[in-house]
Each structure stands twice: as C-alpha cells, then as structure tokens.
T-cell receptor, first 114, second 113 residues
Framework: AQSVTQLGSHVSVSEGALVLLRCNYSSSVPPYLFWYVQYPNQGLQLLLKYTTGATLVKGINGFEAEFKKSETSFHLTKPSAHMSDAAEYFCAVRNRNRDDKIIFGKGTRLHILP | DSGVTQTPKHLITATGQRVTLRCSPRSGDLSVYWYQQSLDQGLQFLIQYYNGEERAKGNILERFSAQQFPDLHSELNLSSLELGDSALYFC????????????FGPGTRLTVL
C-alpha cells in the first residue's frame, strides 16, 4: 500500500538558515507528489506539486522540492528561513489513477528561531 | 481563500449528541473529501464523494456518515458523539482530471464536552 514518511515531527531552524523537510514515499510507480502547509488555525494550502517533467519543482513563498526517483524522496527546501514560515508541513502522494485519494504524511512542524 | 467553505466554524456539543458539518466545494469541483485532524491521530482521511457517489472510504467510524447532494455540497454527520471525536474536521475539493491537488476549506472545530 502507498505510504508517506516524513522524518522529524518537529524541525527547528534559525531565521535565515536553510530549511530542509524530508519526505519519502513507498510506491512501485512514481506517484503524484505534493507539499501542503498549514498555518495555525487554518486549513491546508498547496505549496507545490510534482506530476511529470522537471524534477525540481518551485512553489510559493520561495519553497522548492526535488523528486528523486532512485531515492523515492521529495524533500522540501527553502534557502533562507523567515519567521513567517513557522507552520506545519505535510507531504502527500496520490497514485496515478484517476480520482484516487491522497495519502498524507504525519506532518512536520517547522519552528523558526530568531 | 481556497474557494471551499465550511460551516459552522466552531461547534460545541455534548457526548451522545449528533451534529452535521457542511461543506461547499469550489465551483466546478466534483470531488469532495472529508478529513479529521487531531493531535494524537494527525490528519486522517475519512471519506470521498465524486459527483454524488461515494468513491473511497478511509478511517471513518460507523457512527459517522456523509453524503454529497446534487448541487455538489456535502454534509458529514457525526452521531453518538464521544469525547474523542473532538477534532478539526476539514473538507477538501478537487476537480476531475489527472493532476488534481485538493483545495482545503478552513475547517470546523468540534468540541465534545
């Protein structure tokens, strides 16, 4: 069965430092991949997605993620963290079957240290 | 603003009661998904409807049920409520097609006392 693993339920970085949030999936066929962000007391918002083509995907707010098939990974990065990036981040996958459901990881809470 | 609306925003009720949560998807989206988010369980997929028909089931309890109406809005019914049902309930919608991400509503916070 499809699954998503996010390493680290909490990650802390200093303001201005590199943000790296890890996501690995298990699937025999590369799925569609998503990163969502949830700010306090809000719903989830799509940051970026990989469907096909270029493996480096750029999203909103300066985030990007790289699909690595050989590593079954889709890690999220941002070169320089900002205080406003403090939120919970969810990696998600969906099979390439039409209308299949999305499987979410357990989430990583990102803390930004001043 | 994702275009998905959920009502009510907050709901406080007692154990044993029944509540209904409502979701209006984005205009044109045929799929509606319901999720439960709690501190101990994380984000759990409950159920999906596509154009009025149940498409997929997740970790939905028998005390919970949902439906999608001809105008595509959806309702999640929670009955015989227990303290452990206190959580954020999210609705999401997506268009038909192959690359669809889901667009989430702001959620309904349910507190069972």
């Amino acid at each position: 069965a499809q699954s998503v693993t996010q390493l680290g339920s909490h990650v802390s970085v200093s303001e201005g430092a590199l943000v790296l949030l890890r996501c690995n999936y298990s699937s025999s066929v590369p799925p569609y991949l998503f990163w969502y962000v949830q700010y306090p007391n809000q719903g989830l918002q799509l940051l970026l997605k990989y469907t096909t083509g270029a493996t480096l995907v750029k999203g909103i707010n300066g985030f990007e993620a790289e699909f690595k098939k050989s590593e079954t990974s889709f890690h999220l990065t941002k070169p320089s963290a900002h205080m406003s990036d403090a939120a919970e981040y969810f990696c998600a996958v969906r099979n390439r079957n039409r209308d299949d459901k999305i499987i979410f990881g357990k989430g990583t809470r990102l803390h930004i240290l001043p | 603003d994702s275009g998905v609306t959920q009502t009510p925003k907050h709901l406080i009720t007692a154990t044993g009661q029944r509540v209904t949560l409502r979701c209006s998807p984005r205009s044109g989206d045929l799929s509606v998904y319901w999720y439960q988010q709690s501190l101990d369980q994380g984000l759990q997929f409950l159920i999906q409807y596509y154009n009025g028909e149940e498409r997929a089931k997740g970790n939905i309890l028998e005390r919970f049920s949902a439906q999608q109406f001809p105008d595509l809005h959806s309702e999640l019914n929670l009955s015989s409520l227990e303290l452990g049902d206190s959580a954020l309930y999210f609705c999401a919608s997506s268009p038909s097609g192959t690359y669809n991400e889901q667009f989430f509503g702001p959620g309904t916070r349910l507190t069972v006392l």
